[in-house]
């Protein structure tokens, strides 16, 4: 069973009245891929706290000690900034002003000027003590904002259970859940609201789970009930009922009245599935989620909507124009020649269109043609004289398996898509190979380089050079 969290960045939120240093610390923890927010002053780094929720707070002492160190103490009295690691930046620090930051709970200082080095040395100095405290909790019992049983104690209960004293093989069935859309509540009524729907659906559930039934915390915005002895049908008439109830309860959070939906997946078994039920019913929560939310899913209910959902038959039916870039721009064949470079410079595409004044294709400039042509004569050529007219096109309804075939035994590297001989788009050979792959975030960035410091926080390795940029 796995329940791990995912990887993620280190939030770090700077707070100094010092424009400067806020401008310069903000740009070196974003080159170096941090989730970097800012703060001028007490009320702004209240407000950041509450909606992002950091993991670090580097805080200058113009700040930080005003007012008696009112923020400090602010801060760890805020639900949101529980566990948040404090820094402090402070230039020639006497004995007396460390004490009173010790005592008004800062974790850690940083002396002015702030050196980018030894920024990154403490933040993941930092990264270890969070991680660590995470842990930690992790151990505890029971979760300290929904009062369940956490992930630790919810796998302990399945080991269990998959282990009977009899030589039957009773049956366990496992129930995970998911609030709808739970973001819009942080985000909108901030941390402490959702961690009050967080405990209010949690008491919903527990009164729902009569008998054996187990309820537990899994993390975020998600839980677990595990039904012993239930069949698949127990289970989903349960899950039925808890949706429903969900549905329809009405929570006060603030001063707004919220009803929320929930969607549920279902997995069930001898015991001896246990080790894979969690995953499996976290497989059918996928289903319910993309099934339109608010409703129940066991898994294995539903298959493959159609065959062409087969890897090797995803683009069966497919045209040139479901896999075309739109054109967006395009060329007069009486232009001049540096008009087309100048576009092609700023576009970066491998060519443009050329078309006449009824708007159909004449031509292609392509950037390895205009390579070649001296900038002396940009603007006394026009585009006609080095632009080819030996462009493949292809109608917008011609298949997919057309294209494949094309650039299999043609060297081109484009092709115009075509509407009554108007051109509507292009494809290029990258192009179709690259869209089986999975799209990440990553796709469309430069790469990054990380390390991983732990299972939770995720500190990027920074070279040298990158240090360098802002010392």
């Known amino acids: 069973m796995d329940l791990a969290k995912r990887p993620q960045p280190l939030k770090v939120l700077v707070v100094t009245k010092n424009r400067a240093v806020q401008r310069r610390l903000s740009q070196f923890l974003g080159i170096v891929q941090y989730h970097v927010l800012q703060a001028a002053d007490a009320h702004s780094a209240l407000v950041a706290v509450d909606a992002q929720c950091p993991d670090v707070a580097l805080l200058g002492c113009d700040v930080a000690a005003a007012d008696e160190w009112e923020l400090c103490h602010i801060l760890s009295q805020r639900p949101s900034a529980a566990g948040m690691f404090k820094i402090l930046m402070i230039k020639d620090p006497d004995e007396t002003q460390l004490h009173e930051a010790l005592e008004a709970g800062i974790d850690d200082v940083l002396p002015e000027p702030v050196g980018c080095g030894e920024l990154l040395a403490r933040l993941r100095a930092a990264a270890r003590v969070l991680e660590y405290d995470r842990r930690a909790r992790e151990q ?3 979760d300290a904002v929904t ?69 537990g915390y899994l993390g975020g915005d998600r839980f677990g009930v595990l039904l012993s002895g239930a069949s698949d049908l127990a289970a989903a008439e349960w899950a039925e009922l808890a949706r429903a109830e969900l549905a329809a ?15 549920f997946g279902i997995a069930s078994g001898d015991v001896a599935l246990a080790p894979d039920i969690v995953d499996r019913a976290t497989q059918a929560l996928r289903t319910a989620k993309s099934s339109g939310r608010d409703c129940v899913a066991r898994w294995g209910e539903f298959g493959p909507d159609a065959d062409d959902l087969a890897p090797n ?77 030996d462009v493949a096109t292809f109608d917008e309804q011609e298949s997919f398996a057309s294209l494949m075939e094309f650039f299999t035994r043609d060297s081109r590297s484009l092709t115009i898509v075509v509407h009554k001989s ?12 690259a869209l089986p792959q999975p799209l990440t975030t990553a796709t469309l960035a430069g790469d990054a380089s ?14 040298p050079l990158a240090a360098d940029r802002l010392a």
Not at 178 to 202: H, K, M, P, W, Y
Not at 351 to 378: N, R, S, T, W
Not at 422 to 433: A, D, E, K
Request: hydrophobic residues 40%.
């Open 313 to 389: 038959r995803l683009f069966e039916r497919a045209t040139a124009r479901d896999v075309m870039t739109p054109c967006a721009v395009f060329l007069r064949a009486d232009e001049p020649a540096g008009h087309a470079i100048e576009l092609l410079h700023r576009t970066r595409l491998e060519g443009i269109p050329v078309i006449d004044g009824d708007g159909k294709l004449v031509g292609l400039c392509e950037q390895h043609a205009l390579a070649v042509l001296p900038e002396a004569h940009y603007e006394s050529h026009r585009i006609r004289e080095v632009m080819t007219t």
């Open 422 to 433: 108007r051109p509507v788009g292009f494809v290029t050979c990258n192009g179709l190979l």
């Open 140 to 142: 505890e019992p029971l």
């Open 450 to 463: 990380y390390r991983d410091s732990s299972d939770y926080l995720l500190v990027p390795d920074v070279s």
């Open 249 to 263: 309860a009405k929570f006060k959070l603030g001063e707004t009245v919220w009803q929320i939906t929930a969607s």
């Open 147 to 215: 009062g369940l049983p956490g992930r630790h104690s919810f796998a302990r209960r399945l080991n269990t259970l998959a282990a009977p004293t009899s030589g039957t093989a009773p049956r366990l069935a496992c129930v995970v859940i998911d609030i709808d859309f739970f973001g819009r509540i942080n985000r909108s009524q901030g941390v402490a609201a959702g961690e009050t729907l967080l405990r209010a659906v949690a008491q919903q559930l527990t009164r729902l789970a009569t008998g054996d039934a187990f309820v």
